[in-house]
């Protein structure tokens, strides 16, 4: 159900992005000047920060998946193992964001 969650929040997050590249590229933007636009907002900072926590979560419940049926993993260590997963993909994008915002 998480997946399935975070895949529908996900959606209006990624078609939000790919216009924002899209409109910053017609325009031909320079990596600099994207960051000077970005550099202290709380609204970009929240909308990547929501968009990291959610793509974590879904990618983390998908690799899982993945490794149960490929390796017939189960049990408490490989759920500790994707919590740590998960938690380093959270950091490692909140790091990002923090660099751009």
Not at 5 to 21: D, E, G, Q, R
Not at 48 to 59: D, P, S, W
Request: cysteine-free; aromatic content about 10%.
């Amino acid at each position: 159900m998480a997946q399935r969650l975070t895949a529908a929040l996900m959606a209006p997050f990624v078609l939000i992005h790919l216009a924002v590249i899209i409109y910053a590229t017609r325009d031909g933007i320079s990596a600099a000047e994207i960051l000077d636009r970005t550099e202290g907002s709380f609204g970009w900072m929240l909308f990547y920060g929501v968009f990291v926590l959610a793509a974590a979560i879904h990618g983390t419940i998908g690799i899982r998946n993945v490794v149960m049926e490929t390796f017939s993993w189960r049990g408490n260590n490989l759920e500790i193992a994707m919590g740590v997963l998960g938690l380093i993909l959270v950091i490692i994008g909140w790091r990002a964001v923090g660099a751009v915002t």
